[in-house]
């Protein structure tokens, strides 16, 4: 079999498409199965050019369709993207290999469902409520509630945490959201340490990312802090270093999306009524067993309780900033344990939810895409698209 082709290819792409993957030369030369100097050399003007199976190497390398070193000019690139929250001082100024194949997944997956919908002659689902950094976070709480049509009765029959977030998750999705997650039985993972989720505001079809390996109670509350982004139609770094001090427009819209959030989650007319708080007397200082009765009954962090009990003035700052300065090794915490064998249809639920899943198969029903674009779109194999459609319906 005689040697593969070299292939004549715009370098600066080249170039780009491994800075702009978060990968260096000796990284990149590793997982392509060459050396650092043959890696800059095919980036360097007057260098060779790789050949096609080499090409493939990168392309896998780089995250990328290898169709994208054939283009005419550099893409736009859509990982500037800023609304994405950070745990608390940890972060990290470069965005890891793994974030950005997520943001840029995030993108295609929105433009694909587009084609989709257009294809398909449907009209998308719009949210049209909006609001504003000088609304009532209390009022927009109650509205998004009444939007999403979960109850707080429904909410403290739920058994588990996995129970609450798929509950608020088909709900957002209902509304015309894509709510994706991050990492599912992948080597590409996000640690929750890097980002907890991000979210894309434009319509239709919005679309919230959550960090897989975040604690199912965390996704709870990402998924409605994004939601109010959305809403919001207002981007930045989401990040709960300060949830009192407002200094700038991110800042406020920061501690404005965190208040919504708590305030939809733990609803306080529902939580003053608990017998918890009822019997709790006046003292500030709340017990660890106090703060994880209720966690558990609205299905979300002992943080999250602590914060509405501050605001609703049932302890002081002092006592929720030491007791936070004493818990930051469980603060906010993530999902734990070994790996668990998931079948593709579960798999595929879990990570795409299930507005994206039924919409492919949609077009795949309608014969918009091919069963084997299909199976390329949900990550499945064609032979198990069925299977998925029937976890779907």
Not at 200 to 220: F, L, M, S, W
Not at 343 to 352: A, D, E, K, L, Q
């Amino acid at each position: 079999m005689g040697r593969s082709p070299n292939v004549e290819i715009d370098r600066s792409i080249l170039h780009w498409a491994r800075k702009s993957s978060g990968i260096n030369v000796p990284t990149a030369a590793k997982r392509a199965g060459t050396t650092p100097a043959r890696i800059e050399e095919w980036e360097e003007e007057g260098g060779s050019y790789p050949t096609i199976k080499q090409l493939r190497k990168l392309a896998k390398a780089y995250m990328r369709p290898i169709g994208l070193f054939f283009l005419p000019e550099l893409p736009e690139d859509p990982e500037s993207i800023k609304d994405f929250r950070k745990i608390p001082d940890e972060f990290q100024e470069e965005m890891s290999s793994a974030l950005r194949f997520e943001i840029r997944l995030a993108w295609d997956r929105r433009e694909e469902a587009l084609e989709m919908i257009a294809d398909l002659d449907e009209e998308p689902t719009i949210i049209h409520d909006r609001f504003s950094l000088a609304s009532d976070p209390d009022k927009i709480a109650l509205k998004i509630r009444k939007m999403l049509g979960i109850s707080t009765t429904q909410q403290m029959q739920w058994r588990t945490k996995y129970d609450a977030f798929n509950a608020w998750r088909q709900a957002v999705e209902q509304e015309g959201a894509l709510v994706f997650q991050t990492g599912i039985l992948r080597n590409l993972i996000v640690d929750p340490k890097e980002a907890r989720g991000f979210s894309i505001a434009e319509q239709p079809y919005p679309v919230i990312v959550i960090n897989g390996k975040d604690h199912p109670t965390a996704r709870c509350f990402t998924l409605i802090h994004e939601l109010t982004h959305i809403l919001l139609a207002d981007g930045g770094i989401c990040d709960l270093h300060n949830p009192f001090r407002a200094t700038s427009h991110t800042d406020r819209t920061e501690v404005f999306c965190n208040r919504v959030a708590g305030s939809t989650l733990v609803p306080a007319d529902a939580l003053l009524r608990t017998d918890v708080v009822q019997n709790h007397g006046r003292h500030e200082d709340w017990s660890d067993d106090e703060l994880e009765v209720l966690a558990k009954k609205f299905w979300v962090s002992w943080e999250v309780i602590l914060r509405r009990l501050l605001i609703l003035r049932k302890t002081s700052r002092a006592f929720y900033q030491r007791w936070r300065n004493e818990r930051n090794d469980i603060f906010p915490g993530r999902e734990t344990g070994g790996k668990i064998k998931i079948s593709t249809p579960t798999r595929v639920i879990i990570r795409n939810g299930r507005l994206f899943p039924a919409l492919v198969l949609r077009a795949l029903r309608n014969r918009r895409i091919t069963s084997f674009r299909a199976a390329d779109i949900l990550g499945a194999g064609a032979d198990r698209l069925r299977d998925v459609e029937t976890a779907l319906f």
